[in-house]
């Protein structure tokens, strides 16, 4: 991929100078930047005190999501949400996480600590520049930095696809074989579960694990259909090794 270059060749060059200028009031920018997109500078947001803006539409997550990066998702939604950008900055998101998986550079650089805040800070900027990502990505992903969280990038972003998901009315439905689906029978499935979640749309994930044996298992939401050959062996295992009661 062109951008897991372009992130090699930035880490390498940043790694080798630190900033020596004070990025204090960019990371307070930022911050806000992040809640408010429209926010540009404390001077504007002195004009706007004294100005009667118009009252933005308050917007609500779809899911409720806990824990660090549920927060850090959830604050992400309701930029991209309000700057009406969900798609872009997810379709970003996952662009960051697919070349971090092909780099192992750039793989090391999001998940040292030992690198300085002003180094990650700068080396992010200079990525989303290059790869031309919108300002709420490039927003999201400076907070991350100085806040030491680009480690967590890969769970955040999974977190914010569910978010995403659940606001187009998806679920996500992990499909496990052993080889893959052929496409007549992922149809049927699709339309079965469309079936028993009336009004909701599936997104079909296929997922290759041969140590299941054979058969498939199907999660979504929080259900799941195990019918692997690996799981009936267990099943029949356990049948087997129960003591058989003659006199009952």
Sequence with gaps: MAMAGRFRSTVSRVSNSLMSDSLSTQRSTVERALICPNFTNPQQSRNFASSSAPKEPKIKVPVAMFGGSGNYASALFIAAAKTKTLEKVESELFDLVSATQKSPTFSQFMKDLAVPADTRVKAVTEICEQAKFSEVTKNFLVVLADNGRLRHVDTIAKRFSDLTMAH???????????????????????????EILKGKKIKLEQKIDPSILGGIVVEFGQKVFDMSIKTRAKQMERFLRDPINFDA
Aim: net charge negative.
């Design 168 to 194: 187009r009315g998806e679920i996500k439905a992990v499909v496990t074989t052993v080889i893959p689906l052929p496409t007549e029978e992922e149809k049927e499935l699709k339309d079965t579960l469309q």
